[in-house]
């Protein structure tokens, strides 16, 4: 009954150091989250005035617009035109 007493102070002694480790590997990770959180905030206010100073950008695509012609002269003669213009 003598070796149950020191072998429970050594086993608690473990289960103290490993909780010990445990807590400053969470404050390390506690303050490296909150370095991220201040360096990701920068960066958004960064960014929204540069979106600012450029402009919002815009999506461009050029569109076909057809038009068909035909045309008759005085001699009864028939021609077709297709008109075709890009756009942005």
């Known amino acids: 009954m003598t070796?149950?007493?020191g072998k429970l102070d050594d086993v608690?002694?473990?289960?103290?150091?490993?909780?010990?480790?445990i807590l400053r590997q969470?404050?390390?990770?506690g303050d490296r989250?909150?370095?991220l959180e201040n360096r990701f905030g920068q960066h958004e206010m960064t960014k929204e005035t540069d979106d600012a100073s450029q402009g919002v950008s815009?999506?461009?695509r050029i569109l076909e617009h057809l038009r068909r012609y035909t045309i008759h002269d005085s001699k009864g003669h028939?021609?077709?035109m297709i008109s075709t213009r890009?756009?942005?």
């Open 3 to 5: 070796e149950l007493p």
């Open 12 to 21: 608690l002694g473990e289960i103290k150091e490993s909780l010990g480790e």
């Open 26 to 29: 969470q404050k390390t990770l």
């Open 33 to 35: 989250m909150e370095s």
């Open 58 to 60: 815009y999506d461009y």
């Open 78 to 80: 028939r021609a077709e």
């Open 86 to 88: 890009r756009c942005l």
